[in-house]
C-alpha cells in the first residue's frame, strides 16, 4: 500500500532505530513517511518525556523524509506546548501535531496537554509570521466552526506525490492537528 504513514518516534528508540524503520517501510515499496518527534524517556520527572529538539536537524540531514514535532504528547502539559512548538520550528520542522479542544477538560485523550482554542489561535498567530506558516490569517473566535474553518484553513488535506505513479494521495489526520509540506 502506499498509505502515509506517520512514524513516531517511540519513548526508548534512537534516531537510528526509527531511521531504520522509515528504511524497513520505504523496502517494502511505500516511501510515504513522516518522521515524528514526540519526547524520550530520560531520568526527568516533570515532564511525560523530554522532547529532543536536537533529533529534528539530525533526522533531516541523513533523509529527504519530513520530520514533525508533537509538542502536546512530549510534555504532558498544555502551557508547555507553545515554547516547545516555537522551538520545534526554530529546529527545522516541518509541521507540529498540537491537540486542541473547544473545552480541554472535556477532551476524551489526555486533557493536561491539550490547548484551548484561545491558547491555540494565539500560538498560531505567532507561528504565522514565521516563513514557515506564510501567508496565514489567524483569526478566530471562540466557538467551534469557527475554530474548524481555522483548521480547515491551515490544515486542509496536504497531498503526497506518488514516486512510482506520480499520483496525488491525501494525508489526513482526524484526530490530531498536522501540517506536512509536500514531498
Not at 469557527?146 to 484526530?175: H, P
Amino acid at each position: 500500500t502506499k498509505t502515509p504513514i506517520l512514524l513516531k518516534r517511540g519513548l526508548a528508540n534512537t534516531l537510528q532505530e526509527l531511521l531504520m524503520s522509515a528504511e524497513y517501510i520505504m523496502s517494502e515499496g511505500n516511501e510515504n513517511i513522516i518522521l515524528c518527534e514526540r519526547g524520550i524517556r530520560t531520568y526527568e520527572t516533570f515532564t511525560r518525556n523530554t522532547l529532543d529538539i536536537s533529533a529534528v536537524p539530525v533526522l533531516k540531514r541523513p533523509t529527504h523524509l519530513p520530520v514533525v514535532v508533537d509538542p502536546s504528547h512530549a510534555s504532558g502539559i498544555y502551557w508547555l506546548v507553545k515554547p516547545l512548538a516555537l522551538a520545534a520550528v526554530a529546529a527545522g520542522a516541518d509541521g507540529l501535531i498540537i491537540e486542541t479542544h473547544i473545552n480541554p477538560r472535556e477532551s476524551s485523550c489526555d486533557p493536561e496537554q491539550t490547548l484551548t482554542i484561545e491558547s491555540f489561535t494565539s500560538l498560531m498567530k505567532e507561528l504565522s509570521v514565521l516563513p514557515f506558516f506564510k501567508n496565514i490569517s489567524v483569526d478566530c473566535k471562540n466557538d467551534e466552526i469557527s475554530f474548524s474553518k481555522l483548521i480547515s484553513k491551515m490544515f486542509n488535506g496536504t497531498y503526497f506525490v506518488d514516486k512510482d505513479s506520480g499520483e496525488r494521495v491525501r494525508f489526513d489526520l482526524r484526530t490530531e492537528i498536522g501540517l506536512v509540506q509536500q514531498l
